[in-house]
């Protein structure tokens, strides 16, 4: 069983920057793919951004591309989500999630675990 607990949300203005932090359970936790995704109000979840197991490939969704930055620290089992240059229609609760396989996928069906979420919210 792994746990996911994020942190970090909250409100900031438009061109303002956030950084989450996504803590997990699980002594390998190196070896998952830990990406975030995204649902705003009425609408589905999305893919933002995603690492690979391992090597740590990075994946961004076209829409935060050169503005968000994931990023992971395996000695504190932590993955992170570096916001920068927001924009209103960046609001929406941010999920961290975990997959059991090194490969980044950008659909939320094959992640085994999801953390609580996280709300942001940006102000125009």
């Known amino acids: 069983q792994v746990q996911l607990v994020e942190s970090g949300g909250g409100l900031v203005q438009a061109g303002g920057s956030l950084r989450l932090s996504c803590a997990a359970s699980?002594?390998?936790?190196?070896?998952?793919?830990m990406s975030w995704f995204r649902q705003a109000p009425g609408k589905e979840r999305e893919f933002a951004a995603g690492i690979s197991g391992g090597v740590a490939t990075t994946y961004y969704a076209d829409s935060v591309k050169g503005r968000f930055t994931i990023s992971r620290d395996n000695a504190k089992n932590t993955v992170y989500l570096q916001m920068n240059s927001l924009k209103p229609e960046d609001t929406a609760v941010y999920y961290c999630?975990?997959?059991?396989?090194?490969?980044?996928?950008?659909?939320?069906?094959?992640?085994?675990?999801w953390g609580q979420g996280t709300q942001v919210t940006v102000s125009a």
């Open positions: 999630a975990a997959r059991l396989n090194r490969e980044v996928v950008h659909t939320s069906t094959p992640y085994n675990y």
């Open positions: 699980g002594r390998t936790f190196s070896r998952y793919a």
